[in-house]
């Protein structure tokens, strides 16, 4: 149940106060944040059954669509936006589990190149497989103009608020 009476009780009470309070904005911003709060625990639940978390998710998907299943740790970490460090966690732990071998890069001796294995790519297919149908069901109460909507006004807020909040 996502009841939202006590969270516009609070807001009209704000307004109460102060006329001029941007209820509308308020109400959008925690309607935002319990949305993204839903949508990010039932995703970690569905990972979590196949013993891995977002970013490993993450990682595999990466590797899975790079040439060769191949890349640097480096370029992993940028194009991801995670820390090396947390990349060297979750490189380790995948490695472990066999989804993954790191290998000497041909270009530079000091450098390590990060390979999907054929299990690790036989793992993130199945687990795709899993994500995709659950994607569906997610977003089934939209129509497909509304998913379009929804995106556009997403994109058009994540550039103003990098513009305004460097």
Not at 111 to 117: D, E, G, N, Q
Not at 139 to 154: K, R, V, Y
Request: glycine residues 2%; aromatic residues 6%.
């Amino acid at each position: 149940m996502n009841n939202t009476d006590s969270l516009e009780k609070i807001i009209k009470h704000q307004q109460n106060n102060d006329p001029k309070y941007p209820c509308q904005e308020h109400l959008l911003i925690q309607l935002c944040i319990r949305v993204n709060k839903k949508i990010q625990d039932n995703i970690s639940s569905l990972l979590s059954g196949y013993g891995i978390n977002y970013s490993t998710y993450m990682v595999l998907t990466i590797l899975s669509t790079a040439d060769n299943h191949c890349l640097s740790p480096s370029k992993i970490s940028r194009e991801l936006q995670f820390t090396r460090t947390n990349i060297t966690r979750i490189t380790d732990f995948l490695e472990k589990a066999g989804y993954i071998e790191r290998t000497d890069s041909r270009e530079d001796r000091r450098a390590k190149k990060i390979s999907l294995t054929s299990d690790g790519l036989s793992f993130i297919q199945n687990v795709n497989i899993a994500q995709s149908l659950h994607l569906k069901e997610i977003w089934s109460p939209l129509t497909h103009a509304e998913c379009e909507l929804f995106e556009d006004i997403n994109k058009k807020l994540l550039t103003h608020i990098a513009d305004v909040c460097p």
